[in-house]
């Protein structure tokens, strides 16, 4: 068995205090052991709710990891939140101002160190009423193409039946189940020889935002919907 990743003493006290409350919903685990148990990984995940770092940073710690967290500025400014993701190595993006490069190079920073970075593209939670996911933002694209390290798409369902951000409804009861599906990582190496232009960096983030929907499809057992055409955005 892998030895569990060190992450010191805030890392102990969030999974105090994650675990608990993870635990009001069940869990089912698919194909967990493609998420490398050691070395540099890019874990990219749909988001349907604000539960979801919750439990997701109870299944990267499952696997014997410490996931580090992109995660918007401001909330790296709320009292425990923002300690908790501070003193566990998050990572703030500053989206839309010029701070979003410095973002993207504390994130390449971790990668190089061998560390796991998880991200959700959309930047927020889906704004699809079926909890299809939605627009991606590139940056996930840039980390994927400049970090030569194992980029895995995962998805997860079931946190926003617990709880629904936009309805403001927290449903534990009665008890839900939470479900991940891991895939395999996605071979980039055919785009890593070309230029790092805005076409390139919104088809690898289709491709990659692509295989977690078909992930989360079978979970739902459900035909996601249509592809939209993708917005040209340049921004992190």
């Known amino acids: 068995m892998a030895r569990r990743e060190k992450g010191g003493f805030w890392?102990?006290?969030?999974?105090m205090l994650f675990y608990p409350l993870s635990a009001v919903?069940?869990?089912?685990?698919?194909?967990?052991?493609?998420?490398?148990?050691?070395?540099?990984?890019?874990?990219?995940?749909?988001?349907?709710?604000?539960?979801?770092?919750?439990?997701?940073?109870?299944?990267?710690?499952?696997?014997?990891?410490?996931?580090?967290?992109?995660?918007?500025?401001?909330?790296f400014r709320t009292p425990l939140l923002g300690r908790i993701l501070r003193g566990s190595a998050g990572i703030p993006v500053?989206?839309?101002?010029?701070?979003a490069g410095d973002a993207l190079r504390e994130a390449h920073r971790t990668l190089r160190e061998g560390k796991v970075v998880v991200i959700y593209p959309e930047g927020t939670i889906s704004r699809d009423p079926h909890g299809w996911p939605k627009h991606a933002f590139p940056g996930v694209a840039r980390l994927a193409l400049h970090n030569d390290v194992p980029v895995i798409p995962i998805a997860?369902?079931?946190?926003?039946?617990?709880?629904?951000?936009?309805?403001?409804?927290?449903?534990?009861?009665?008890?839900?189940?939470?479900?991940?599906?891991?895939?395999?990582p996605v071979d980039l190496s055919g785009y890593r020889e070309l230029e790092a232009s805005t076409a390139t960096l919104r088809e690898v983030t289709d491709l990659l935002m692509s295989e977690v929907?078909?992930?989360?499809?079978?979970?739902?057992?459900?035909?996601?919907?249509?592809?939209?055409?993708s917005a040209q955005v340049d921004d992190a």
Not at 11 to 15: I, P, Q
Not at 94 to 99: D, K
Not at 165 to 174: D, L, N, T, V, W
């Open 11 to 15: 890392v102990a006290f969030t999974a």
């Open 25 to 75: 919903a069940a869990r089912e685990y698919r194909r967990a052991d493609r998420v490398p148990r050691h070395g540099a990984a890019l874990l990219v995940l749909n988001h349907v709710s604000h539960f979801d770092p919750v439990t997701d940073a109870v299944f990267v710690h499952r696997q014997r990891r410490v996931p580090r967290f992109m995660a918007k500025a401001s909330l």
């Open 94 to 99: 500053y989206r839309g101002t010029t701070g």
């Open 156 to 184: 997860r369902w079931g946190t926003n039946l617990v709880l629904d951000g936009y309805a403001k409804r927290f449903r534990p009861f009665p008890r839900k189940k939470v479900t991940y599906n891991v895939g395999n």
């Open 213 to 229: 929907t078909t992930l989360l499809a079978e979970i739902r057992g459900e035909e996601p919907p249509a592809k939209e055409e």
